[in-house]
């Protein structure tokens, strides 16, 4: 019974380490300019991002999210508790927002003006890492 413990131990140690080993070791891709998958959640569910959305990312290791609302009626947003300010075009509310790793969620807060007073409003933005594909 014990030689069965023990390989059973093994076994289990063996796919955790393979699981591991598996994990993506950088939290970004290496420069460039790329599209990637997003989810967006929380809310209403009425407002969306446009996906696949852009990513850059810079030389220096930094990287930055292209996010495109279906509403003009966002005014900021909050990453970390820094206010990004929106540029609106088309009717889109659209911002510039750093990303610290494509493999965790993304929390933000953005502030909308579509009803009677502005709401802040708490979002997850989630990358598909499986999507990421070079930029045309």
């Given at each position: 019974m014990n030689r069965r413990i023990v390989v059973l131990a093994l076994a289990v140690i063996l796919l955790l380490s393979a699981a591991a080993c598996a994990k993506k070791s950088d939290p970004l891709p290496k420069e460039g300019t790329y599209m990637i998958g997003v989810t967006l959640s929380g809310g209403t569910g009425k407002a969306k991002i446009e996906t696949p959305a852009q990513?850059?990312?810079?030389?220096?290791?930094?990287a930055s999210l292209l996010v495109i609302w279906s509403s003009d009626k966002y005014d900021y947003m909050l990453v970390d508790g820094k206010r990004y300010e929106p540029a609106v075009a088309d009717g889109h509310s659209t911002f510039v927002l750093p990303v610290g790793s494509i493999y965790e969620p993304m929390q933000v807060i953005a502030d909308t003006t579509a009803m009677s007073t502005p709401h802040e409003i708490e979002y997850t933005i989630t990358f598909d890492p499986a999507t990421l594909t070079p930029a045309a």
């Open positions: 990513l850059v990312v810079f030389p220096d290791g930094y």
